[in-house]
T-cell receptor, first 115, second 113 residues
Framework: GDSVTQMEGPVTLSEEACLTI???????????LFWYVQYPGEGLQLLLK?????DKGSNKGFEATYRKETTSFHLEKGSVQVSDSAVYFC??????????????FGQGTILTVHP | KAGVTQTPRYLIKTRGQQVTLSCSPI?????VSWYQQTPGQGLQFLFE???????NKGNFPGRFSGRQFSNSRSEMNVSTLELGDSALYLC????????????FGDGTRLSIL
């Protein structure tokens, strides 16, 4: 079945440091890939997405490239801010009718950014 | 534009009781999905509804059920509550027919005593 594996956390960085959160997946066919972010006490917010190989999703300085050859979708940001502190989830949605409305999530990575 | 609204935000129940959670999707969205979030199991898919029909279901016991109304609002019901049902229940809606991408509500925190 489908699965998503994220790098173990938590990740602690100083402000303006570079961020990479690794994400790899297992799925049949050509899934769509997503990064969601969850702030304390809130639901998940879509950060970025990619729907086919070599697509690059980007938003708010975050980027991720859909790499089919390595089945990866790593999240990167060149300079993090304290306000980026949150939990980040990598997720996939498989193609096909049996996957309607279903996201398979990684375990989440807690990011803390210190001033 | 209003986001996904879940009510109530917090709920406390005792073992053996049943509970109903409500979700109002973004206006115009017809796909509604439900997830359970726990520290141990993470985010797990419960089921998805589109135009009042359940199209997809996760691997949860029959105590977990849901429905969707003609205005796309959805409810999920959990009967015979167990301690392990304590979780954050998240609802998400989508404008697209394939149910992606999803927009999440802030969840209902269910605690079982």
């Amino acid at each position: 079945g489908d699965s998503v594996t994220q790098m173990e956390g938590p990740v602690t960085l100083s402000e303006e440091a570079c961020l990479t959160i690794n994400c790899t997946y297992t799925a049949t066919g050509y899934p769509s890939l997503f990064w969601y972010v969850q702030y304390p006490g809130e639901g998940l917010q879509l950060l970025l997405k990619a729907t086919k190989a070599d697509d690059k999703g980007s938003n708010k300085g975050f980027e991720a490239t859909y790499r089919k050859e390595t089945t990866s979708f790593h999240l990167e940001k060149g300079s993090v801010q304290v306000s980026d502190s949150a939990v980040y989830f990598c997720a996939l949605s498989s193609a096909g009718g049996t996957s309607y409305g279903k996201l398979t999530f990684g375990q989440g990575t807690i990011l803390t950014v210190h001033p | 534009k209003a986001g996904v609204t879940q009510t109530p935000r917090y709920l406390i129940k005792t073992r053996g009781q049943q509970v109903t959670l409500s979700c109002s999707p973004i206006s115009g969205h017809r796909s509604v999905s439900w997830y359970q979030q726990t520290p141990g199991q993470g985010l797990q898919f419960l089921f998805e509804y589109f135009s009042e029909t359940q199209r997809n279901k996760g691997n949860f016991p029959g105590r977990f059920s849901g429905r969707q109304f003609s205005n796309s609002r959805s409810e999920m019901n959990v009967s015979t509550l167990e301690l392990g049902d304590s979780a954050l229940y998240l609802c998400a809606s989508s404008l697209e027919r394939d149910g992606q991408p999803q927009h999440f509500g802030d969840g209902t925190r269910l605690s079982i005593l």
